[in-house]
């Protein structure tokens, strides 16, 4: 199973991003599939994630500002981010769940200039 991530970028405060990630490899729909991020000097810490049934969770700082989505027909997943701050400055991370087992993606720099 491989994840490829992309769409992080340098933005304004307030402005918008979209990441997308797409998985292969896998004939099976992953059962859940989340973005992390890791800011600067911080531990990697769960941003989102969304199960195949589309059952949904975000991380406190992010509910209202953040959606994310997944194309199960394609193991997609993305991450609609507005009304973005400085402090969601990262390294964002895909990770798919397939039978226990979490795979990642390498990860994607968003940077929000004040």
């Known amino acids: 199973v491989q994840l490829q991530a992309s769409g992080g970028g340098l933005v304004q405060a307030g402005g918008s991003l979209t990441l997308s990630c797409a998985g292969s490899?896998?004939?099976?729909?992953?059962?859940?599939m989340s973005w992390y991020r890791q800011a600067p000097g911080k531990q990697r810490k769960l941003v989102a994630i969304?199960?195949?049934?589309?059952?949904?969770n975000y991380e406190g700082s992010v509910k209202g500002r953040f959606i994310i989505s997944r194309d199960n027909a394609r193991n997609q997943v993305f991450l609609q981010m507005n009304n973005l701050k400085p402090e969601d400055t990262a390294v964002y991370y895909c990770?798919?769940?397939?039978?226990?087992?979490?795979?990642w993606g390498q990860g994607t720099l968003v940077t929000v200039s004040s």
């Open positions: 490899g896998s004939r099976f729909v992953f059962t859940a």
């Open positions: 969304i199960t195949k049934g589309g059952g949904l």
């Open positions: 990770v798919a769940v397939l039978d226990w087992v979490d795979y």
